[in-house]
Every structure is written in structure tokens, then in C-alpha cells.
């Protein structure tokens, strides 16, 4: 039983068409293909969709044709950024989604920013545009600026109750151990802290492996330690490849394995 919820496409910065990724996963034996372009942002970008209505015409009507085949879900991955998007339910309504994913890419130097050269940067292949956003708009403080991220995704989890935490502590992939390491306790606590805050609210957590097969980061996002403080709290997971290309679909690096070797109490197969 194969599924992916976190999946995009042409309409954002995926590489393939929705009908592309939708043929591909039936011809590989999926069961469930759920859409999450990254949300339309109030700037110009290169990753965010900026047909919304086209985008959510269009999973609608692959709904529709490859209902007696496939599974397909309305979703968005959704960013909050503080001063620019808040308040998901707009997004929610105007496309009718049928779920989302909560995530932080983008993290503001104060709560009033002006525009996207004032947001922190923390994903992409460029490790380096991580770090410029660190010491041009936190001043190298990694501490501060940690706290920001996790304070921001805290903050998004309890006004939005997204169904699904996206990559929860993605702040270390272009850290590479550099700035700080995930066994120093101020990190432990921060990471801590929204795992537990997932648990208050009742959220289901993505095991998302695109760090690992795009060789970004040596782990799953959230961190086995991490997995094993949810195992503890029984907070149901699912296993994403966040893909951005048919071939990604099939990038599981092991996932189901090692929540079976450790008897992980509840893997979702449907939302």
C-alpha cells in the first residue's frame, strides 16, 4: 500500500506536470496521492504557486478521472510567516483543500517585515544563502535565530492546527553541525517543546526523507531521537518523500522499516 501527501508539481517548484506524478505513482502501485504546492506568498519567488485556482482545478479534475484508480487528495503546504501570512483559512476556503501541511521556510528578522529580503531563508540547495540570512539578519546569534524558527512554527501549529506538521525541525539541514549540534540541551529543549505541542494538539507528524536522498542531511526530519520522544507520546506519523519529481515518490530511504524495527504505535496509511 503505497501513498505520498507530501507532493508537488509544475505549479510550484516541482518538476513535473500533476497528471505526470499522478500516472507515474498508478503505474507504481500507489494507493493515495495527495497535492501540497507551496502556497501562494505575497512576493515574488521562485517556488510558490502562483495559479491557485488553475492548481486546484486541475487536482480536482485528475480527482475525478482517476477516481477508480487512485486516490487524490486537495492539499497545500502552507507557510506562516509572521507580518505576511498568518491565518490559513482564506487559503482553505478559496480552494476547497481537503487538507494541509503546516511548515516554516521563511523566517523574519522581527515580527513587521517589509519585504522577502528581510525573511531568513533556511531551506533550498544553497547552504549558503542560509548563512547569509543568519548573519545579516540575526547577526551570527544561531541561538536567536533557532529560537525564532521554532518559536514561529509553535506559534503556527496552535492558530492553524494544520492536519499535518511539516518537517518540524528542518532548521539543522544547511546547519551540517556547523553552529550548533542536536545533543547541546537549549536545542534539545526548543525541538522538544513543539514535539510536545504536536501531542497538545493533536496533529499528525510527517516522517519526511527528502534531506536523506537529496543528501542534504544525514536523517529523517524529525530526527530519530526526536521519532522516539513521539513514539513515547503515541503521536501518529506519516511517512512523506516530499516529492518534487515522479522519481521521488519511491524515496522512502527506509522509513517504513525503521518505524517497524522500533514498533511504532501508529502509522497512518490514510488521513
Known sequence: MKINYHTHSSYCDGKATPREMVEFAIAHGFTAL???????????????????????NEIRALKTEYADRIKIYLGLEMDYVPGMLEDFSSLIEQGQ???????????????????????????????????????RLFNGDIRRAVRAYFHQQNAMLEKNHPTIVGHPDKIVMHNRDRYFTED????????????????ELNLICEINTRGIYKGRHADYYPAKWLIQEMKNLRIPVLVSTDAHAPEDLLRTEGAYEYLAAISYPEILREL
Open 97 to 135: 483543500l481537503e487538507y494541509t501541511i503546516g511548515s516554516v521556510h521563511l523566517i523574519p528578522a522581527s515580527n513587521t517585515p517589509q519585504g522577502d529580503e528581510n525573511l531568513w531563508f533556511i531551506d533550498g540547495p544553497r547552504w549558503e544563502r542560509y548563512d547569509d540570512g543568519l548573519f
Open 184 to 199: 547541546e540541551p537549549w536545542y534539545r529543549d526548543l525541538a522538544l517543546e513543539t514535539i510536545h505541542l504536536i501531542k
Open 34 to 56: 495527495g497535492f501540497t504546492g507551496h502556497c501562494p506568498l505575497p512576493f515574488e519567488n521562485t517556488f510558490s504557486i502562483t495559479d491557485y485556482e488553475g492548481y486546484c
